[in-house]
């Protein structure tokens, strides 16, 4: 009797262990993420996800929305995205501000994606910045205002500018042009980017 009680305590304890044990770890899923085996980091950053960690989330809602490692599920990926988007993450509430605009896994809706984005935008991440601007200069889920929206192709550009990715700010100088060609914002980007490099003032 005393070793059944026995076994019974060891089957238990390998039930109450295995969940911690046997998971691989975020590290090797974030690591098989980076190196593209995305089949791999699926399977072992979903149980993640799960338990409610946001950067898996992300993860997950990116490979579901691009089909990394299955099949595209823009349902899942929006379901995924949602729920790290309302833990704040700016990725995933610029992915779900386009997915909202384009009806991917998601009834289209302006109104939503001007929310996602916006609050994605407010939080300094350039991309959203970006997409903002462009949701201003089209009038998509806001009236449209071609100040608003030289004022976030403005912001976006000092944010890629602050991020070292000139090329980007370059692009939001374009932008900014195509909209109001002789705008000061425009300029001022402009010459910021260039002070950034050495290069002095120069006209677009």
């Known amino acids: 009797m005393r070793r059944i009680a026995n076994f019974s305590r060891v089957v238990l304890l390998c039930l109450l262990l295995s969940p911690v044990s046997l998971m691989a770890s975020q590290e090797d899923g974030n690591n098989a993420f980076a190196r593209k085996d995305y089949a791999k980091a699926l399977e072992i950053l979903e149980p993640y996800a799960h338990r409610g960690d946001v950067q898996a989330q992300v993860k997950v809602g990116f490979m579901y ?72 200069s089209r009038g998509i889920g806001c009236i449209q205002s071609t100040s608003a929206a030289m004022d976030w192709f403005y912001k976006a550009g000092i944010s890629y500018l602050e991020r070292g990715n000139r090329d980007m700010a370059l692009t939001m100088v374009d932008l900014m042009k195509e909209i109001s060609p002789d705008h000061f914002m425009m300029y001022k980007l402009l010459n910021l980017i260039y002070d950034e490099s050495g290069e002095g003032n120069k006209e677009p």
Do not use: H
């Open 65 to 136: 929305f691009y089909g990394e490692g299955i099949g595209r599920d823009y349902s899942k990926a929006a379901m995924w995205l949602t729920r790290a988007g309302n833990q704040g993450n700016p990725i995933a509430q610029t992915m779900l501000a386009k997915m909202y605009e384009n009806g991917w896994g998601v009834g289209q809706d302006y109104v939503q994606a001007m929310f996602w984005c916006k609050m994605a935008a407010e939080k300094g991440y350039a991309d959203a910045q970006a997409t903002l601007g462009s949701y201003y």
